[in-house]
Nanobody
Framework: QVQLVASGGGLVQAGDSLRLSCAAS????????MGWVRQAPGKEREFVAA????????SYADSVKGRFTISRDNAKNMLYLQMNNLKPEDTAVYSC?????????????WGQGTQVTVSS
């Protein structure tokens, strides 16, 4: 069983940047796609970004494309999300995720999240 713990969230103003980190443990995370999902109050959890096992082929939700960058460091079992030019609509709990169904662009497992709040 994998454990995923996200950190790095906070309260920022529109236009600011944040870098989220995720520590993975419990299994060899480098064998799996990983990514980020988010859930805003009153809304369903949604896909944000994904990256393949070797750190290539990143994919993004249209709403964050060009502003967010996903990366991973397999030697450290870490996943990152650099978020630039944040907007109020980015406010959500962000969780790192694994077990990716690429046909549906859906992660099947996610861990403890971190709150990101963007004020206007």
């Amino acid at each position: 069983q994998v454990q995923l713990v996200a950190s790095g969230g906070g309260l920022v103003q529109a236009g600011d940047s944040l870098r989220l980190s995720c520590a993975a443990s419990g299994r060899t995370s480098s064998r799996y796609f990983m990514g980020w999902v988010r859930q805003a109050p009153g809304k369903e959890r949604e896909f944000v970004a994904a990256i393949n096992q070797s750190g290539g082929s990143p994919s993004y939700a249209d709403s964050v494309k060009g502003r967010f960058t996903i990366s991973r460091d397999n030697a450290k079992n870490m996943l990152y999300l650099q978020m630039n030019n944040l907007k109020p609509e980015d406010t959500a709990v962000y969780s790192c995720a694994t077990d990716f169904d690429s046909s549906k662009r859906l992660f099947k497992y996610w861990g403890q999240g971190t709150q990101v709040t963007v004020s206007s």
